[in-house]
């Protein structure tokens, strides 16, 4: 299979730990995404890269939050300091930039709860 | 502000009939609308795209219509089949899809044998 994965599937967290998530895109992808879905919403935009530069960050996306993507290939999201609100599917979509028509491709995602 | 609204949480077809999602924007600069299906505790699957020099695109049972002027689109499906049964999500995107998405919040599709 040569689709978007992501690990864990599941985190459950008590509030105030730290927990980081990984994304691994389609392989020929130079755009990575991060997107967080509650319930009863549709997936919020968070940050996305470029190869190796985060090129837009949400103002959704607060100081706990970081992610990375070292060598263009995978990329980790870490939340430090868990919050109850920070509880979500945090779900990672890749892309092709420069295509016309560019189409995203999703991840499974990363249910996270914290207690 | 929502600037991609789905105004039906749920719809329920009966099997063979067609179902038709909406979804209306605000957001002029949007130019590219995509629609993804989810099922429960899986990442939404890709469906079916159009572009704003079009205003339909087909792919086998999917058919996107897009009016501009009205900045609605439509999803039809048809006939329709229990294993259409999710959620569906419109999207769109600025700069042709090389942009953030922006998603509604989704309409429950129940297709009834």
């Known amino acids: 299979d040569t689709g978007v994965s992501q690990d864990p599937r599941h985190k459950i967290t008590k509030r105030g730990q730290n927990v980081t998530f990984r994304c691994d895109p389609i392989?020929?992808?130079?755009?990575l995404y991060w997107y967080r879905q509650t319930l009863g919403q549709g997936p919020e935009f968070l940050t996305y890269?470029?190869?190796?530069?985060?090129?837009?960050k949400s103002r959704l996306l607060s100081d706990r939050f970081s992610a990375e993507r070292p060598k263009g290939s995978f990329s980790t999201l870490e939340i430090q300091r868990t919050e109850q609100g920070d509880s979500a599917m945090y779900l990672c979509a890749s892309s092709s930039a420069g295509r016309r028509q560019e189409t995203q491709y999703f991840g499974p995602g990363t249910r996270l709860l914290v207690l | 502000d929502q600037q991609v609204k789905q105004n039906s949480p749920s719809l329920s077809v009966q099997e063979g009939r067609i179902s038709i999602l909406n979804c209306d924007y605000t957001n002029s600069m949007f130019d590219y609308f995509l629609w993804y299906k989810k099922y429960p505790a899986e990442g939404p699957t890709f469906l079916i795209s159009?572009?704003?020099?079009?205003d339909k695109n087909e792919d086998g049972r999917f058919t996107v219509f897009l009016n501009k002027s009205a900045k609605h689109l439509s999803l039809h499906i048809v006939p329709s089949q229990p294993g259409d049964s999710a959620v569906y999500f419109c999207a769109a995107s600025a700069n042709f899809g090389n942009e953030k998405l922006t998603f509604g919040t989704g309409t429950r599709l129940t297709i009834i044998p």
């Open positions: 392989s020929e992808h130079n755009r």
């Open positions: 890269f470029q190869n190796e530069a985060q090129l837009e």
């Open positions: 159009i572009s704003s020099i079009k």
